[in-house]
């Protein structure tokens, strides 16, 4: 456990120490791959701890782009899963022309595009379906990536015949041009494409997109710096500009600023956010709708509109002149036309249905409304009810010049409320049952609530797995590319190989004299043709036996010393002539020549080289 706790603890020392001595912060990248890749470059290094790795770099600074270069994967590919391709040229591309003038810019961002092929499938898919001239003068594909090494073969844009696999011929031959089993992107639509440096966690975005590719890069970060990079995509992108995501990329947390426009195939769009400018403007509507600021520039229509107003209302000027009285007040308080202009006190309306002139009072001391809401007024058999309000009218200055009196009748209301207390009663009890079955309910739906978060939290962590899954895949594949080289230069080793033993074996069966090559036992290591005509012994019966236990017509015997002589070194080379029978059992007189077999690396003889010659006739 605190063996674990400590790793844990070196290995978030050694990313500090990346940041500080290299400016790269891995520090938001999800630990089980990034321990993953760098116990990897650990172990090609033949190091064990993090701390020990860390004074590695030290040491070694060339390490650092190899360790890099083994975090970074850099997997990718043509059209890159075709299905979100056939989509992207079908229905999004047209969707984000349909949005542009014919000389407006179109701006792409590929973010974390490794070596460049999903920014020139990018450049293909749109020169497929703009016309070539608005291609030359509008489009622009901004490609970014943080590796260097990546953007380096990204801007050469020339590929081998692997690497294009996956564009269809028809593309090729349109957008390629091939020399020496390479592909190179044309010039026309490269001059399009502009690579550059820029880290997802600490660098500012790209703006005014229209099109955002960040594909199988995001799953690289852990939650929280996902959230920051995706904060600075929806800046990045225009109002109505898009995200296409990696295969196994979602945005379950971030469905309130981008919404999927086809969530199988990993495309969003932006959901704008109000602009402080829109949030002024609704704010100032509001005010005009609620406040009555926006006051009609027409007095005339106000008039009218109060004259005609259901509610009867009558305004009180600071004397206590009756100054208005609209058509309803006064057919309902039989006020005649010459009544406006006498004072409030002469008229019945002062003291009925309410007395009036100490509310009034009320009102200019207080400054504020008063309300009279149950005021009854009979008129012979009938009984009306009225809400009265009365309203102070202030000028500029705040200063009172009135009082406006509304009498809104709510008979009706009341009669309402009275049949609406009677039935309330029968309310209440049902209101209990249901109470009841609504605790029950509640229940239920807390039970489903937290059903449906553990589900969430699932698919969340299903999520992550798939990531996570989709993180080794690419490991693996680029284990597999690296296979791939070591393999081709094993075999390129192989064919080198096999050209230089059958260029020895050559030599073996050209040389006129019998040949044989003995190792520091002197076990036979090489017996050529000529020795097997003379001797009547095969190769595959002598290699390996012991030079002295051969049951040939050579006396063996007697180059003994010689050879342990020029085994020790002690002297260069022999020549010595011995009687000898041949296979046909005739007697020959042999010549040996040897020497000690040396390399020019080491001064210590490896074996013997022997000629044996049949010297029967110079003799
Ligand atoms: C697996 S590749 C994806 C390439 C391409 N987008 C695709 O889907 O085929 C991931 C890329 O993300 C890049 N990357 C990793 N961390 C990054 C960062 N902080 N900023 C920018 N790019 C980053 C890596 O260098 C690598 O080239």
């Not at 790795?53 to 060339?62: I, K, Q, S, T």
């Not at 509109?305 to 206590?320: F, K, N, T, W, Y």
């Given at each position: 456990?605190?063996?674990?706790?400590?790793?844990?603890?070196?290995?978030?020392?050694?990313?500090?120490?990346?940041?500080?001595?290299?400016?790269?912060?891995?520090?938001?990248?999800?630990?089980?791959?990034?321990?993953?890749?760098?116990?990897?470059?650990?172990?090609?290094?033949?190091?064990?701890?993090?701390?020990?790795?860390?004074r590695?770099?030290?040491?070694?600074?060339?390490?650092?782009?190899?360790?890099?270069?083994?975090?970074?994967?850099?997997?990718?590919?043509?059209?890159?899963?075709?299905?979100?391709?056939?989509?992207?040229?079908?229905?999004l591309?047209?969707?984000?022309?349909?949005?542009?003038?014919?000389?407006?810019?179109?701006?792409?961002?590929?973010?974390?595009?490794?070596?460049?092929?999903?920014?020139?499938?990018?450049?293909?898919?749109?020169?497929?379906?703009?016309?070539?001239?608005?291609?030359?003068?509008?489009?622009?594909?901004?490609?970014?990536?943080?590796?260097?090494?990546?953007?380096?073969?990204?801007?050469?844009?020339?590929?081998?015949?692997?690497?294009?696999?996956?564009?269809?011929?028809?593309?090729?031959?349109?957008?390629?041009?091939?020399?020496?089993?390479?592909?190179s992107?044309?010039?026309?639509?490269?001059?399009?494409?502009?690579?550059?440096?820029?880290?997802?966690?600490?660098?500012?975005?790209?703006?005014?997109?229209?099109?955002?590719?960040?594909?199988?890069?995001?799953?690289?970060?852990?939650?929280?710096?996902?959230?920051?990079?995706?904060?600075?995509?929806?800046?990045?992108?225009?109002?109505?500009?898009?995200?296409?995501?990696?295969?196994?990329?979602?945005?379950?947390?971030?469905?309130?600023?981008?919404?999927?426009?086809?969530?199988?195939?990993?495309?969003?769009?932006?959901?704008?956010?109000?602009?402080?400018?829109?949030?002024?403007?609704?704010?100032?509507?509001?005010?005009?709708?609620?406040?009555?600021?926006?006051?009609?520039?027409?007095?005339?229509?106000?008039?009218?509109?109060?004259?005609?107003?259901?509610?009867?209302?009558?305004?009180?000027?600071?004397?206590g002149?009756?100054?208005?009285?609209?058509?309803?007040?006064?057919?309902?308080?039989?006020?005649?036309?010459?009544?406006?202009?006498?004072?409030?006190?002469?008229?019945?309306?002062?003291?009925?249905?309410?007395e009036?002139?100490?509310?009034?009072?009320?009102?200019?001391?207080e400054?504020?409304?008063?309300?009279?809401?149950?005021?009854?007024?009979?008129?012979?058999?009938?009984?009306?009810w009225?809400?009265v309000?009365?309203?102070?009218?202030?000028?500029?200055?705040?200063?009172?010049?009135?009082?406006?009196?509304?009498?809104?009748?709510?008979?009706?209301?009341?009669?309402?409320?009275?049949?609406?207390?009677?039935?309330?009663?029968?309310?209440?009890?049902?209101?209990?049952?249901?109470?009841?079955?609504?605790?029950?309910?509640?229940?239920?739906?807390?039970?489903?609530?937290?059903?449906v978060?553990?589900?969430?939290?699932?698919?969340?962590?299903l999520?992550?797995?798939?990531?996570?899954?989709?993180?080794?895949?690419?490991?693996?594949?680029?284990?597999?590319?690296?296979?791939?080289?070591?393999?081709?230069?094993?075999?390129?080793?192989?064919?080198?190989?096999?050209?230089?033993?059958a260029?020895?074996?050559?030599?073996?069966?050209s040389?006129r004299?019998?040949?044989?090559?003995?190792?520091?036992?002197?076990?036979?290591?090489?017996?050529?043709?000529?020795?097997?005509?003379?001797?009547?012994?095969?190769?595959?019966?002598?290699?390996?036996?012991?030079?002295?236990?051969?049951?040939i017509?050579?006396?063996?015997?007697?180059?003994?010393a010689?050879?342990?002589?020029?085994?020790?070194g002690?002297?260069?080379?022999?020549?010595v002539?011995?009687?000898?029978?041949?296979?046909?059992?005739?007697?020959?007189?042999?010549?040996?020549?040897?020497?000690?077999?040396v390399?020019?690396?080491?001064?210590?003889?490896?074996?013997?080289?022997?000629?044996v010659?049949?010297?029967?006739?110079?003799?």
């Amino acid at each position: 456990m605190t063996h674990t706790r400590d790793r844990a603890d070196e290995l978030e020392a050694l990313l500090d120490y990346l940041k500080r001595a290299r400016g790269f912060d891995f520090t938001g990248y999800k630990r089980a791959s990034l321990t993953r890749r760098i116990d990897k470059r650990m172990l090609g290094v033949d190091v064990e701890g993090y701390a020990d790795y860390v004074r590695y770099l030290e040491a070694n600074p060339g390490e650092f782009a190899q360790l890099f270069d083994t975090v970074l994967i850099n997997v990718t590919g043509f059209f890159r899963d075709e299905g979100p391709w056939a989509f992207l040229r079908e229905e999004l591309i047209p969707r984000i022309l349909a949005t542009k003038g014919p000389r407006e810019p179109v701006r792409i961002w590929s973010a974390g595009c490794a070596t460049g092929e999903e920014a020139y499938s990018l450049a293909m898919a749109f020169a497929e379906v703009m016309p070539a001239d608005r291609v030359r003068d509008c489009l622009k594909i901004y490609a970014t990536d943080v590796d260097e090494g990546a953007l380096a073969t990204a801007r050469q844009g020339t590929y081998p015949e692997r690497a294009v696999s996956g564009v269809p011929p028809d593309l090729l031959a349109r957008y390629f041009d091939a020399a020496d089993g390479h592909y190179s992107f044309r010039k026309e639509l490269r001059r399009l494409v502009i690579f550059g440096r820029n880290d997802l966690v600490q660098d500012a975005p790209i703006s005014r997109i229209d099109l955002l590719v960040c594909r199988n890069t995001l799953m690289y970060f852990d939650a929280e710096t996902q959230s920051r990079i995706l904060a600075r995509f929806h800046f990045a992108l225009n109002d109505d500009g898009y995200l296409f995501l990696g295969r196994a990329e979602t945005l379950l947390s971030h469905m309130t600023t981008f919404a999927p426009v086809d969530l199988k195939r990993r495309i969003f769009a932006k959901v704008p956010r109000p602009t402080f400018r829109d949030r002024l403007l609704a704010a100032s509507r509001h005010a005009v709708d609620g406040d009555g600021a926006g006051m009609s520039p027409h007095p005339r229509l106000r008039d009218a509109a109060l004259e005609a107003s259901p509610v009867a209302q009558v305004i009180v000027d600071r004397a206590g002149t009756l100054a208005v009285a609209n058509e309803r007040a006064r057919s309902l308080f039989h006020l005649a036309h010459d009544d406006v202009g006498r004072p409030l006190q002469d008229l019945e309306l002062s003291y009925r249905p309410a007395e009036l002139r100490s509310r009034i009072e009320q009102v200019y001391q207080e400054r504020r409304a008063v309300t009279l809401p149950d005021v009854e007024w009979r008129t012979g058999p009938a009984i009306r009810w009225f809400a009265v309000q009365l309203v102070p009218l202030l000028d500029d200055e705040l200063e009172p010049l009135g009082v406006s009196i509304a009498f809104d009748d709510v008979t009706a209301l009341r009669e309402v409320r009275l049949q609406l207390d009677h039935s309330h009663q029968e309310l209440e009890s049902a209101y209990e049952e249901l109470q009841s079955t609504n605790e029950e309910l509640e229940t239920t739906n807390e039970e489903l609530h937290s059903t449906v978060e553990e589900l969430e939290t699932t698919n969340e962590e299903l999520q992550s797995t798939n990531e996570e899954l989709e993180t080794m895949n690419e490991e693996l594949q680029a284990t597999n590319e690296e296979l791939h080289t070591m393999n081709d230069e094993l075999r390129r080793r192989g064919d080198e190989l096999n050209e230089v033993n059958a260029f020895l074996e050559s030599i073996f069966t050209s040389v006129r004299a019998g040949l044989v090559v003995l190792d520091r036992n002197l076990d036979v290591l090489v017996w050529n043709g000529r020795s097997e005509d003379l001797w009547g012994v095969r190769h595959a019966e002598v290699e390996g036996t012991s030079f002295f236990a051969l049951d040939i017509g050579l006396p063996v015997e007697q180059l003994k010393a010689p050879l342990r002589a020029a085994l020790a070194g002690d002297g260069d080379a022999f020549e010595v002539s011995l009687p000898a029978t041949n296979r046909r059992g005739r007697a020959i007189t042999c010549r040996v020549s040897g020497a000690p077999l040396v390399s020019s690396a080491d001064a210590t003889p490896r074996g013997v080289i022997l000629f044996v010659d049949d010297a029967t006739d110079d003799a």
